[in-house]
């Protein structure tokens, strides 16, 4: 008989999956449908995008106490996008971000060099 269920997770811990696009330079079997088309393309207000997410974390940080987060980049292939660097370094200098990514892995190993640095998982 279960009598009590307890989190390991940290509470001040928030995760967020964002599905950032469907935009992917495979078209593999095994992804489900409608996770490669292409008809949901990347974000072109980069400044938006970060005021939006800003806003989100501040008021979780007020008014949930949380302080960590956890951001987990998936959707299409998301190295494919232009503006990725810049975003997530923005969203780093004023939150406490940890960031995963779920990608093919098909960039060049020179793409991965120059910014995996920008990725925690």
């Known amino acids: 008989m279960i009598t009590e269920i307890k989190s390991t997770h940290n509470p001040n811990r928030l ?22 088309e292409g ?4 974000p072109t207000n980069l400044e938006l995008l970060v005021e939006n997410f800003n806003h989100m974390f501040d008021y ?11 951001l987990k980049i ?11 660097e810049k975003f997530i370094s ?13 990608t093919n892995g098909s960039r060049t190993l020179r793409w991965w060099k120059k910014n995996g640095y920008l990725f925690d998982n």
């Open 15 to 36: 995760e967020i999956r964002w599905a950032l696009s469907n935009v992917c330079n495979f078209k593999c079997a095994y992804c489900f449908p409608g996770s490669n």
């Open 90 to 102: 923005k969203i780093k200098e004023n939150h406490n971000i940890y960031i995963s990514i779920i």
């Open 74 to 84: 998936l959707g299409g292939e998301p190295t494919l996008w232009k503006d990725i």
């Open 60 to 70: 979780y940080k007020k008014n949930l106490n949380k302080r960590f987060f956890d």
């Open 39 to 42: 008809d949901q393309r990347f």
